[in-house]
């Protein structure tokens, strides 16, 4: 167990009050796995409140996971959900529990303030002119990127990248 | 491409060919899918050595078909001594009963020969196909076959057991059969998926969740769906088929969450069997007055992940709503963003304006005392992280270049906001139709302070920023020239100047001051947006338009029911009554299942909505509005206690007649009638 993990269960009981004012009760057990030895952490929610305690107590849910990525996930280096999905961390029972902790970790080091880098580039982007639209139509590629667009399976062609800064090229 | 036949339940669903086929195809999502993982991409029957030829298909369900087979193909004279007939059901696992029947007076002596493969590709390995970086696979045991995907610790299984004693090997199941004279053999092949989580179990177990069911089952749920639905009597017959198929659709369209264990409906098949907040929303709004009990799991489920931080790769921030999950290796392994990714702009906003419209006809106030804080973070996204340049307005950009959406509205492929020239312009974006939910979750979000948080300081704070936002958008977002509002604003605060779709929402919305509103609905139908068939994405005079264009220049029902909703709320009924009729036409040539969406052609050149050719079908907010458009119709609408019923059919509709409408007022029954004389009727 790292520093950091004992300093982010120590900071849970105080931060309930901001970030769990959402009706949710019950008792998540945290599993940290190191070769064969296993530590129990308990953290108990209510309304607005949460209790970490070390004491045997019964569970609704359990998050099981390595020592080392308990300490990615309490530093913002790696994110719980994902590890779930890719099967690194595993949760049983009620996984509203795992939501609630999920409230808890912080972001990634360094990570700025969207609004600030947005603010900056379009004050810069100002400066350098204006060099921001881009071609009339023409066919192209198509983006390969998250979500709705079903990208890929377009009759048409339809993009032609945009130039400027932030934004990016697609590939097909 | 060959035509396809689907079925489905939720987010498992088989794509295969008129055979029952499924043949290996690394760029397009044929298979048996399950969590957005192919758990099989080859399933061939052959007798023989020979593959097989489909006399009919039987679409008994829209959790079972039936395939009548025989040997040879078309060109060939049909050897009809022996037929096939395969059976399938999907219920969260996948059955399928193949039956050999001999024809003729002599035992026959033949080879079947199922062979079974699967690529474990992720849904966005289809999209974009790669190699697949773990290992795969094939246990063979006496009566199963069992084929496995690794990567780390990342496991998914498929089993496939037969009934009857065959030859397994690594690629499938071989059946030396001898059928006696007129007789028939069959085998039932039952295919069940694992997906590992704690303890070495499928996650499903782990987190209690129900797994497969039986065909009585899925037919008693589906029973229960139709019978709690209200009761439509029409003279419009292509109305009444539109909207039984909607109900199917959408109880066809449900899964159960792994995250709250309650049923959602996801986006469409095949593309998007996942919870997406934007789709699962506007589904849920057309929806309401017909299946409200969509709503409360959707809301929960998208409360439950609201965003808590700062995450670049997911474009997530404190507040902001999800726009899609998903389940997949992809995700898993951060090669995707879904888990979740956060890259709308207007599901934060939808969010607020679900919760509040669902209030207003279920009278559910404990639901929205439970969400308060998740909504009062909702309006709170919208001033703070939504107003990246600090303008005043709702703007977006993503933070993921790599994987990003670079659109995040409704309209998100990359060529959909553009200037009339067809020059595109850069980021962030602010969108029209943004800035109009979010005027109206201000509005909304007051009535919430005032009525259930006993916060009238916040809801008149509310009232006051929505106004000012009213004004400050008609000022900047209004095309003097040609008197629409553009699409969008630029950086630098000028307005990206198309004439679209977008402006429908707007009225939908309120933004519009009543003075524009006829500006407005003379543009959506007039010769440039409306095609007759419906409103299209873009102006036809617009430098990307193209009738064939997903978003600039195709027609979307989920579309033009948000701009006939709009239309009614500003009084505007024949043009709503125009744009209802259009759907109701069109919705005639897909069976009363409306497509995705479909071409933007001119009614004078076509005499049927040409179909958009890798449109989604069924899709959720497509099958949504025939019902938005029924209440639309009928103008329902609930005030208090009550839900005022103010009917305005078209010429020629008939008689629309809807019974036990479910409501804060228990049931009530409408009536409409488009001539001689409208009639309006309620009994609660």
Redesign the interface.
């Known amino acids: 167990m790292t520093g950091a993990t004992v300093d982010f269960f120590n900071s849970i009981p105080g931060k309930a009050q901001l970030l769990l004012r959402i009706p949710m009760a019950g008792t998540l057990r945290i599993d940290l796995v190191e070769g064969h030895r296993t530590e129990h952490w308990y953290v108990t929610f209510a309304p607005g409140q949460a209790q970490v305690s070390r004491d045997e107590q019964v569970a609704d849910a359990i998050l099981t996971v390595p020592t080392d990525l308990f300490d990615e996930f309490v530093t913002g280096r790696s994110r719980p959900n994902a590890a779930v999905l890719r099967n690194d961390a595993t949760v049983s029972g009620d996984i509203r529990l795992f939501l609630a902790l999920r409230r808890f970790f912080p972001a990634a080091p360094g990570v700025r303030d969207p609004r600030e880098v947005a603010r900056e580039k379009v004050a810069a982007s100002r400066q350098t002119g204006h060099q921001r639209t881009t071609n009339p139509p023409s066919t192209g590629q198509h983006s390969t990127g998250a979500g709705r667009y079903s990208g890929g399976h377009q009759p048409n062609a339809v993009d032609d990248p945009v130039t400027g800064p932030g934004t990016r090229e697609h590939t097909g | 491409m060959k035509p396809l036949v689907s079925i489905l339940d939720g987010n498992t669903f088989v794509v295969s060919d008129r055979s029952g086929d499924i043949d290996p195809s690394p760029?397009?999502p044929t298979g048996f899918f399950s969590y957005d993982t192919r758990f099989l991409s080859t399933w061939q029957l052959t007798l023989d050595g020979e593959r097989l030829h489909p006399l009919s298909v039987d679409d008994v369900q829209y959790f079972e078909s039936r395939y009548f087979l025989v040997p040879g193909e078309p060109t060939h004279y049909l050897d009809a001594k022996v037929s096939v007939i395969r059976h399938r059901i999907i219920g969260g696992s996948f059955d399928e009963e193949v039956a050999v029947l001999n024809h003729s007076g002599e035992p026959a002596e033949l080879t079947v020969r199922m062979e079974v493969g699967s690529d474990f590709a992720d849904l966005f390995e289809i999209?974009?196909p790669q190699q697949k970086k773990g290992r795969t696979c094939a246990v063979v045991g006496e009566n199963h076959l069992l084929l496995r995907y690794e990567?780390?610790?990342?496991?998914r299984e498929v089993n496939i057991t037969t009934t009857e004693p065959g030859a397994i090997d690594e690629h499938g199941m071989t059946f030396r059969i001898t059928i006696p004279p007129h007789g028939e053999w069959s085998t039932r092949l039952h295919l069940t998926t694992r997906v590992?989580?704690?303890?070495g179990r499928d996650?499903r177990d782990?987190?209690?969740m129900q797994r497969s069911r039986s065909k009585e089952e899925m037919e008693q749920e589906l029973d229960q769906w139709l019978a709690q639905a209200p009761r439509l009597g029409s003279d419009c017959e292509p109305l009444s088929t539109a909207y039984r198929r909607s109900l199917i659709d959408l109880a066809a369209l449900r899964y159960t969450s792994?995250?709250?264990?309650t049923q959602l409906v996801t986006?469409g098949l095949p593309?998007?069997m996942t919870l997406?907040g934007?789709?699962s929303m506007f589904t849920c709004l057309q929806a309401l007055p017909f299946l409200p009990q969509m709503v409360p799991p959707t809301l929960r489920t998208l409360?439950?992940?609201q965003g808590?931080?700062?995450?670049?790769f997911?474009d997530e921030?404190p507040g902001k709503l999800l726009?899609?999950l998903r389940?997949?290796?992809s995700?898993?392994?951060?090669e995707?963003?879904?888990?979740?990714?956060f890259?709308?702009a207007d599901s934060t906003p939808l969010f607020v304006i679900l919760v509040d419209e669902y209030e207003r006809w279920s009278g559910d106030s404990d639901l929205v005392r439970?969400l308060?804080?998740?909504v009062r973070a909702a309006l709170d996204w919208i001033d703070?992280?939504g107003?990246?340049?600090?303008t005043g307005y709702i703007?977006y950009?993503t933070?993921?270049?790599?994987?990003?959406?670079?659109?995040q509205c409704?309209k998100?492929?990359?060529?959909a906001i553009s200037?009339a020239?067809?020059?595109?312009?850069?980021?962030?974006r602010a969108t029209c139709e943004l800035q109009g939910y979010a005027y109206d979750a201000k509005i909304r979000g007051a009535r919430l302070a005032r009525t259930f948080w006993n916060d009238p300081a916040y809801a008149d704070r509310l009232e006051r920023e929505a106004a000012e936002l009213k004004e400050r958008f008609n000022r900047d977002f209004w095309v003097p020239d040609g008197e629409y509002y553009a699409i969008a604003l630029?950086?630098?605060g000028r307005p990206v100047d198309t004439l679209s779709s977008n402006i429908g929402h707007l009225l939908w919305s309120g933004i519009v001051p009543p003075d524009r509103a006829a500006k407005v609905a003379a543009h959506l139908l007039g010769p440039k947006l409306f095609s007759g068939w419906g409103v299209r994405t873009l102006a036809t005079d617009a430098?990307?338009y193209?009738p064939?264009?997903?978003?600039v220049g195709t027609v979307w029902p989920f579309d033009n029911s948000m701009i006939a909703w709009g239309l009614w709320r500003y009084g505007f009924r024949r043009e709503a009554g125009i744009i209802c009729q259009a759907m109701c036409d069109a919705a005639r040539f897909f069976n009363g299942r409306l497509p995705e969406a479909f071409a933007g052609y001119d009614r004078s050149r076509t005499t049927y909505p040409v179909q958009y050719?890798?449109a989604?079908s069924p899709q959720a907010w497509s099958a949504g509005t025939p019902l938005l458009l029924l209440r639309v119709l009928l103008g329902l609408e609930p005030q208090g206690e009550h839900l005022i019923i103010n009917p305005a059919v078209p010429e020629g509709m008939g008689r629309i007649e809807l019974l036990d409408i479910p409501g804060r007022w228990r049931r009530v029954d409408a009536l409409g009638r488009s001539r001689p004389q409208q009639e309006a009727d309620t009994e609660p």
């Open positions: 760029d397009f999209k974009n990567r780390q610790s990342f496991r590992l989580g704690a303890g996650f782990s987190l209690r792994i995250t709250h264990a986006a593309w998007f997406f934007r789709d409360a439950g992940l808590t931080r700062i995450d670049d997911r921030e726009h899609e389940y997949g290796e995700a898993g392994f951060e995707q963003p879904h888990s979740p990714y890259g709308s439970t308060e804080w998740h703070s992280y107003d990246l340049l600090g703007w950009e933070r993921n270049p790599e994987s990003g959406l670079e659109n409704w998100d492929s990359p060529d200037y020239d067809g020059r595109l312009p850069d980021f962030p630029d950086t630098d430098g990307r193209n064939l264009g997903y978003h050719p890798t989604c």
